[in-house]
């Protein structure tokens, strides 16, 4: 017989309070997800009241496996513990959860166990779930960010920009971060519970999740694929045909979604810009506040000397020592307990797969600060990123006899306008000084010596500055355009120099891979005292074409030697050519779950018919990714028009952004902005008149 007198206990979690309360609600509105170090109410009911003289327990499990169990005191005590109050309301109990401002993030599964006074236990309710975040509000959060109006920023906003191109040109490419998409949380989650440490040893992993170094320095690990099950997998170079090539993503929901639902198969195909992206919607969904960084004419500087080392003859000595032209990282803010005081704030971590870190890819997390002061020991690999912003770079020329002799060395080019989105909008801020001293200062030379770097040197090579001035000159060309660059030879000395003037165009990636040479001239010429020669080198579409990279850059390199004097002396530039726009129409209102039409319209600049076009469009809380195929060939200055439905997910300021690829033009972006409202309420009419 069953005892009709137990009772049965049911539990309303009471999500869509809770999770608007805690900032979650874009995350979902039936689960119940809430942040660490503020409490939640959730209310229990009997089918008959409970007697006065039970009481109740509460248990969390967290860990695929139930791990950790840990039992809820019933009242505030000592030390930062889980508690619980209760207060009773008509015929239900309602209980307030306090978490402690440390606990570890995860999936929790709750238990609730009603009591006898002889501890017996009479009823039970369990598989109860619930998600815990971090928590930068929480003033006992490590991650909590004092300045609070930067975090409709750094973890709510799901669009930005990433700054590429050229340190002298600078663009911005619209992302899609996307971080309270459907089910991005659980990726988040699915991505540290693949990680090499939670493979290994599951238990310590969940308990060492209350550590935001530990859990970034994870998904910086995580979100490449080298020697573990990660996201991304990266390529430099075409072909990328068995995947995305880097420069068609738009975004990072996609990729997560993809890696999830092939059982965490590498996503192909990733290059900094994308990698730093992912991590940065990863960091933001758990809770760290986070911004991408774009450091320009940064160097790579593989055996740790602080110096990139090139050839004269344009080729660089040590293959694995480069600079790019742009890379990208992230930086999340936290508090360092493991490290002395002073460390605090931004952290740059850098997910793209570079050198290993304690035996895996990954960068980070590294005080900003470490590096503006130079304290290259504290962890993690201070003195990688340091080199990223302030190496020097040597050109050397080789002798008859293979010796090897300094040209030049450049200490200020490499590190230069390193940029992140403004929390004030859609501009770019400058971060520079964060990360360094002002170039030339007294304290900037402190900082060299104690990293250990060689200050003193001359400029170039010899201590008597030599009479000849080089200059590289160009506009801003138009990719599909033919165009002049301009190389100048000026002489400061008092006599004619004989000069011979070696000019080299190349494609180039963003990441300095040569793809090929675009034309190459040696001439000999007489400069004449005190003035200068001009030499226009002509650059034809058909020439560059063939080689060009997908991030479209000429580097033009020239070198003039002039008879009597030992050095020669170099100029580069890297040209980037500017892409056409994408023209994004979207008329009328946008409302909540109503349709909306985009019109989106492209016209080919190119001398040459484009195959193969086709757009991609995605947007956070509007529509999941989408493609749309053009027939046939674009021709040369064609209008080419494509319309797009869908209705808007979710209401607030939104982002559609649109890529176009095709054979010979790529990576051309469009982004249009839309207000998604409320649906307007029917309209009841008021009576009045009564009294």
């Given amino acids: 017989m069953a005892n009709h007198h137990r009772p049965v206990v049911d539990v309303d979690l009471r999500s869509r309070e809770n999770n608007l309360a805690h900032r979650t609600r874009e995350i979902d509105g039936e689960r119940l997800i809430v942040r660490r170090g503020h409490p939640f109410s959730i209310a229990v009911q ?6 006065p003289e039970h009481h109740l327990e509460l248990v969390l499990h967290l860990g695929k496996r139930d791990e950790v169990v840990i039992k809820l005191q019933g009242e505030r005590g000592a030390g930062n513990r889980w508690w ?10 309602l209980l307030t959860l306090h978490s402690p401002a440390d606990a570890a993030i995860g999936q929790y599964r709750l238990a609730v166990l009603v009591m006898s006074p002889d501890g017996q236990m009479v009823a039970k309710k369990d598989g109860i779930s619930f998600h815990l975040l971090f928590n930068p509000w929480c003033k006992g959060d490590a991650v909590h960010l004092p300045d609070e109006s930067l975090l409709p920023e750094y973890i709510m906003n799901e669009d930005g920009l990433i700054y590429t191109g050229t340190w002298d040109h600078i663009s911005s490419t619209p992302w899609n971060y996307g971080q309270f998409e459907d089910f991005v949380m659980d990726v988040c989650f699915e991505v ?7 493979l290994k040893n599951s238990k310590m992993d969940v308990e060492r999740r209350s550590d935001p170094v530990y859990v970034s320095r994870t998904i910086t690990a995580m979100v490449n694929a080298n020697g573990d099950r990660g996201v991304l997998a990266g390529r430099w170079q075409p072909p990328y045909s068995d995947g995305v090539a880097p420069h068609r993503w738009t975004g990072s929901v996609p990729i997560l979604r993809e890696w999830s639902q092939a059982g965490t198969r590498a996503v192909r195909y990733g290059q900094c810009w994308v990698f730093a992206a992912v991590a940065c919607t990863v960091l933001r969904c758990l809770g760290i506040p986070t911004r991408l960084i774009t450091n320009f004419s940064s160097a790579h500087d593989v055996d740790g000397n602080l110096s990139i080392d090139f050839l004269q003859n344009f080729e660089s000595t040590d293959k694995q020592d480069s600079s790019w032209n742009f890379h990208c990282w992230v930086e999340s803010w936290m508090r360092r307990d493991d490290l002395p005081e002073g460390n605090d704030g931004w952290q740059v971590l850098d997910p793209t797969p570079q050198e290993r870190s304690d035996g895996e890819f990954r960068c980070g997390p590294c005080p900003v600060t470490a590096i503006k002061e130079g304290n290259l020991g504290v962890k993690y690999d201070a003195a990688f990123i340091f080199a990223e912003v302030n190496a020097d770079i040597i050109y050397w020329r080789v002798r008859a006899d293979g010796r090897r002799e300094k040209i030049s060395v450049d200490q ?13 909008g859609d501009v770019r801020e400058d971060v520079t000084l964060l990360y360094k001293h002002p170039e030339g200062s007294e304290k900037e030379r402190e900082v060299y010596e104690k990293a250990g770097r060689r200050v003193t040197e001359p400029t170039n090579g010899s201590a008597e500055p030599g009479r000849l001035r080089l200059r590289v000159k160009h506009a801003r060309p138009v990719f599909g355009t033919d165009f002049d660059v301009i190389t100048e030879v000026e002489n400061e000395g008092g006599e004619d120099a004989q000069v011979q003037l070696t000019l080299l165009a190349m494609a180039v990636t963003y990441n300095s891979l040569h793809r090929g040479e675009c034309q190459r001239q040696m001439i000999n010429v007489t400069v004449p005292a005190q003035r200068a020669y001009k030499k226009v080198l002509r650059l034809h579409y058909e020439d560059y074409a063939k080689c060009i990279s997908e991030h479209h850059l000429i580097r033009v390199k020239a070198l003039a030697e002039a008879q009597g004097e030992d050095d020669p002396i170099m100029a580069v530039a890297d040209i980037l050519l500017s892409m056409p726009e994408l023209l994004i129409q979207l008329p009328g209102k946008a409302v909540v779950w109503q349709q909306v039409t985009a019109h989106i319209s492209f016209t080919n600049p190119l001398p040459a018919p484009l195959k193969g076009g086709v757009f991609t469009v995605e947007g956070a809380g509007l529509l999941s990714a989408a493609q749309i195929h053009v027939d046939g060939d674009i021709s040369p200055g064609q209008q080419v028009s494509v319309s797009l439905s869908f209705s ?20 051309v972006k469009g982004v249009a ?13 008021v009576i009045t008149g009564f009294d």
């Fill in 648 to 667: 808007p997910l979710r209401t607030g300021v939104r982002k559609l952004l649109v890529d176009f690829d095709s054979d010979r033009l790529r990576d």
């Fill in 673 to 685: 902005t839309l207000v998604v409202r409320k649906k307007a309420r029917n309209h009841i009419p």
């Fill in 84 to 93: 619980f109050n209760q207060q009773g309301a008509q015929d239900e109990l």
């Fill in 192 to 198: 540290l519970d693949n990680s090499e440490d939670a």
């Fill in 412 to 424: 200020r080019s490499v590190g230069r306008n390193i940029s992140t989105k403004s929390v004030y």
């Fill in 46 to 51: 009997g089918s008959d009241s409970l007697p």
